[in-house]
């Protein structure tokens, strides 16, 4: 799989956009781009995926460049409960590789009052 | 949907013993993962069942290592003789087999090894 650069930490004040962004310059053609968090004491949670288009749902918006070299995930009001820490991951959509996730260390997203 | 459970939440046993972790996943999943998580890095990847059968082990699985789905349903890992070097979270996943299912992970076993 190929792999992820994410910033070490960043602060959002609550209310605001969280844009999250993540560097994955060797994603292949057929490797979608997922997002999971984990908030303390938790098991990660499944935010997002996409493959080129950009995708939204109830949690959250990803944006992927053309080149597909790069993505944002954007958290469009946070909350205090958004404070979590957020993985970037390129995987295969099926097959005997999916599932093997390669999680890195994340973005630690601390949302302030 | 009552999510994936895992249990113990907490186990503490001394160098030596083995334990037995249990995880029963959301029930129409067919897959099911285990993960390895230490302290300040994300988890990895352990083994993969599909239904009853393991799929793929991870080097990271040493011999002392064993894990089972029988009959597909609940799966269980199992550490043997264990060492300080085991102590970790253990989190379990399930998802269907299907391209793109998101996994849904447990909260994790939390083992230390004193």
């Known amino acids: 799989d190929a792999k992820t650069t994410q910033p070490t930490s960043m602060d959002c004040a609550e209310g605001r956009a969280a844009n999250l962004p993540c560097n994955h310059s060797t994603i292949s053609g057929n490797e979608y781009v997922y997002w999971y968090r984990q908030i303390h004491s938790q098991g990660p949670q499944y935010i997002i995926h996409?493959?080129?288009n950009n995708e939204t749902n109830e949690m959250a918006s990803l944006i992927i460049t053309e080149d597909r070299k790069s993505s944002t995930l954007i958290l469009p009001h946070a909350t205090l409960r958004d404070t979590a820490v957020y993985y970037c991951?390129?995987?295969?959509?099926?097959?005997?590789?999916?599932?093997?996730?390669?999680f890195g260390q994340g973005t630690i997203l601390t949302v302030h009052p | 949907d009552t999510g994936v459970s895992q249990d113990p939440r907490h186990k503490i046993t001394k160098r030596g013993q083995n334990v037995t972790f249990r995880c029963d996943p959301i029930s129409e999943h067919n897959r099911l993962y285990w993960y390895r998580q230490t302290l300040g890095q994300g988890p990895e990847f352990l083994t993969y069942?599909?239904?009853?059968?393991?799929?793929?082990k991870s080097r990271l699985l040493s011999d002392r290592f064993s894990a089972e789905r029988p009959k597909g349903s609940f799966s269980t890992l199992e550490i043997q003789r264990t060492e300080q070097g085991d102590s970790a979270m253990y989190l379990c996943?399930?998802?269907?087999?299907?391209?793109?299912?998101?996994?849904?992970f447990g909260n994790g076993t939390r083992l230390t090894v004193t």
């Open positions: 996409g493959l080129k």
């Open positions: 069942f599909q239904n009853e059968a393991q799929l793929e």
């Open positions: 991951i390129v995987s295969e959509a099926g097959g005997t590789s999916y599932g093997k996730l390669t």
């Open positions: 996943a399930s998802s269907f087999s299907g391209a793109n299912s998101p996994l849904h």
